[in-house]
């Protein structure tokens, strides 16, 4: 499920989620807190300033938040990626759906 760019499925439509986050006084902590509540596995600090967490949305389906602090080039941003193989069980049109229901309601 690791992809080294910072490109999400979802790039236009989480857009208001990370920025949203990121705005938030202590944004890491906040989204710690945040993926405890869903039961997402912390991953570890994959890279310097790189977060990872992975959950599972449905049965099969796991997503992988990543969370990127802010530094020296970039602003603070978070990624929602869906594993690859959930294209096996659900169209796009559906896991963009899914997104929305699991994100956006934030």
């Not at 990543?66 to 896991?95: H, Q, S």
């Amino acid at each position: 499920m690791p992809n080294r760019s910072r490109k999400s499925v979802f790039a236009d439509g989480d857009l208001a989620f990370s920025k949203a986050i990121c705005e938030m006084e202590n944004s890491f902590e906040r989204i710690s807190k945040a993926m405890g509540i869903l039961g997402a596995e912390y991953k570890g600090e994959v890279r310097k300033g790189e977060h990872s967490w992975k959950f599972y949305v449905l049965p099969k389906i796991p997503v992988q938040v990543i969370y990127y602090e802010a530094d020296d080039e970039f602003p603070c941003d978070i990624k929602v990626k869906f594993d690859g193989g959930a294209g096996r069980f659900f169209d796009f049109e559906t896991l963009a759906f899914l997104y929305g229901v699991s994100f956006m309601s934030w």
